[in-house]
Each structure stands twice: as C-alpha cells, then as structure tokens.
C-alpha cells in the first residue's frame, strides 16, 4: 500500500549503516543520542506518509520529533541528507532497495508531485 512505511529492515538498513558513525560522540549532559536507525526511521516515516511532526508514531524503533527534527537539520547542513539522498537514488548501490519498494509498490516513477497544503502563501493576495 502506498504511503505505508514500518520501519527499514536489516537489508535496507545496511544501505545506509556506513554513512554514520560507528559510536556517537560522547556528551557531557542530556539525554543519549538516538540510534541514528531509529532517527531514520522516523524522517522516512515522515517523507512516506506526509504526516506531521506531532504524528511520528513513538515505540522502540523510532526516534522522537525533536530528536529527529535535530538530527534533520544537522544533516542537512553537514551534507549527509544529500548523501542519503544520492544512495537512495543511485542505481548500482540502491537497486535493492528499489526494486524492494517497487515489488511493494511504494514508488510510482511516472510523476513527482509536490503537496502545497501547509503553504503560508495559501489564500494571500
């Protein structure tokens, strides 16, 4: 069904695994970093089914809104949201994952379509 996402299974994860760093840093305070499986996860969620932050679903294979809200905007400043993004379509390291989105029918290659509904500029003249 499309728009239906339940989390990355090893296969898919292993994809991704090489991108980020074996141990996270170490903090001095606050809460412990997030599995970054889990931050991810929870951004395809959101990419997949289009809902909002305050509808990411909790348990234990997905990160918190905020965490993952943080951890999007660090990757998308340091670059490694574009190197997810090249994976996914790049077709000799990701044709797995495709042709496994594809079998499920989560991908239509025919159009893009861009969903304007949480515009600001709705209604303004």
């Not at 509808?55 to 999007?72: F, T």
Request: charge should be positive.
């Amino acid at each position: 069904m499309a728009g239906r996402f339940e989390g990355l299974t090893d296969l898919e994860w292993k994809l991704f695994d090489d991108v980020f760093p074996q141990g996270p840093s170490k903090r001095g305070k606050g809460m412990p970093h997030a599995p970054y499986r889990h931050v991810l996860n929870s951004l395809l969620y959101i990419l997949i089914t289009g809902c909002r932050w305050c509808d990411l679903p909790k348990g234990d294979m997905w990160a918190s809104k905020s965490s993952s809200h943080r951890w999007l905007k660090r990757w998308r400043t340091d670059g490694t949201f574009e190197h997810l993004k090249a994976r996914v379509l790049a077709i000799r390291v990701a044709s797995s994952l495709r042709l496994i989105a594809d079998e499920r029918g989560l991908i239509n290659w025919d159009f893009g379509a861009v969903d304007g509904s949480f515009s600001p500029w709705q209604g303004r003249r």
